[in-house]
């Protein structure tokens, strides 16, 4: 069975500056799709970024990106220019194409933004 | 309305209650979704209906009873839950084989 693992329950970061949060998974496919998902406080969670495993090329949002190392199984968010509306819940997901209705979450990270 | 909504946002019952809770999904969608969110747990996917229809089902308690009755709509119906059952429930839609999950900003319950 699939697993993701955030270490960091919490990170904090000051305004402007640039975060890295990480992401872990295990997993014996060798096509999968992995995602990144944002839940402000009392606010919805909304999708950030995806990567499919079979690029090779960092998925990049705007001022989010990732580090995909397949080889790892790691895959990390960078913020960069980071802004208080950035303070929120993150959260890791993977996602099989053998069972596309399934997303497997991670812990989550808590995200403070300071001035 | 826009997206996908719950109601009520939140929720106090004892455990000899019954409830539901209710999703809503404006997005046109054909898959929707319940999902279990406890402090410093993953989320737990609870149920999926596709087409309507009940595609999986994760091991849930049977006080926990989900009904779709057409692809906009999703209840769940709670009847003598257990402390440990409090928790956010969110509930989320997408496209069958679609990228992305819509969530809904979910029903904080609590059972006393």
């Known amino acids: 069975a699939q697993t993701v693992t955030q270490s960091q329950p919490e990170m904090s970061v000051q305004e402007a500056e640039t975060v890295t949060l990480s992401c872990t998974y295990d997993?014996?496919?060798?096509?999968?799709?992995l995602f990144w998902y944002k839940q402000p406080p009392s606010r919805q969670m909304i999708l950030v970024i995806r990567q499919e495993a079979y690029k090779q090329q960092n998925a990049t949002e705007n001022r989010f990106s990732v580090n995909f190392q397949k080889a790892a199984k790691s895959f990390s968010l960078k913020i960069s220019d980071s802004q208080l509306g950035d303070a929120a819940m993150y959260f890791c997901a993977y996602r099989s194409p053998e069972n596309t209705d399934k997303l497997i979450f991670g812990t989550g990270t808590r995200l403070q933004v300071f001035p | 309305e826009t997206g996908v909504t719950q109601t009520p946002r939140h929720l106090v019952m004892g455990m000899t209650n019954k409830k539901s809770l209710k999703c809503e999904q404006h997005?046109?969608?054909?898959?929707m979704y319940w999902y279990k969110q406890s402090a410093k747990k993953p989320l737990e996917l609870m149920f999926v209906y596709s087409l309507e229809e009940r595609v999986e089902n994760n091991s849930v308690p049977s006080r926990f009873s989900p009904e779709c009755p057409n692809s906009s709509h999703l209840f769940l119906h709670l009847h003598t839950l257990q402390p440990e059952d409090s928790a956010l429930y969110l509930c989320?839609?997408?496209?069958?084989?679609?990228?992305?999950?819509?969530f809904g900003p979910g029903t904080r319950l609590t059972v006393t």
């Open positions: 997005l046109g969608h054909n898959a």
């Open positions: 989320a839609s997408s496209q069958i084989g679609g990228w992305e999950q819509y």
């Open positions: 997993t014996s496919e060798s096509d999968y799709y």
